[in-house]
């Protein structure tokens, strides 16, 4: 069973950044691509972003395209998520989930997530 250990979140003004991690175990990670949702009380869980297995292909949702920035280090098992001029609409809960192939959608069994607030 995979385990996720997201972090990073926090308190940032609008503008600011941050460099979210997520630590996976459990699983194939170096075969795996992986992805980053967000999800706010009352609201479905959304795409942001995602990346092949080998860190060579990633894609974004349209909100976040030219800010955020996914990579991942196969040596250490884990995937991050770089968010730079954030907006307030960015606040959300963040999660990372390994995808069943690249560009579809997640396997599901989350983990507890970073929280990400911005302030405008």
């Known amino acids: 069973q995979v385990q996720l250990i997201e972090s990073g979140g926090g308190l940032v003004q609008a503008g600011g950044s941050l460099r979210l991690s997520c630590a996976t175990s459990?699983?194939?990670?170096?075969?795996?691509?992986m992805g980053w949702f967000r999800q706010n009380p009352g609201k479905e869980r959304e795409f942001v972003a995602g990346?092949?297995?080998?860190?060579?292909?990633?894609y974004y949702a349209d909100s976040v395209k030219g800010r955020f920035t996914i990579s991942r280090d196969n040596a250490k098992n884990t995937v991050y998520l770089q968010m730079n001029n954030l907006k307030p609409e960015d606040t959300a809960v963040y999660y990372c989930?390994?995808?069943?192939?690249?560009?579809?959608?997640?396997?599901?069994?989350w983990g507890q997530g970073t929280q990400v607030t911005v302030s405008s």
């Open positions: 989930n390994p995808l069943m192939g690249y560009g579809l959608g997640p396997f599901g069994s």
């Open positions: 990346i092949s297995w080998s860190g060579g292909s990633a």
């Open positions: 459990g699983r194939t990670f170096k075969t795996d691509a």
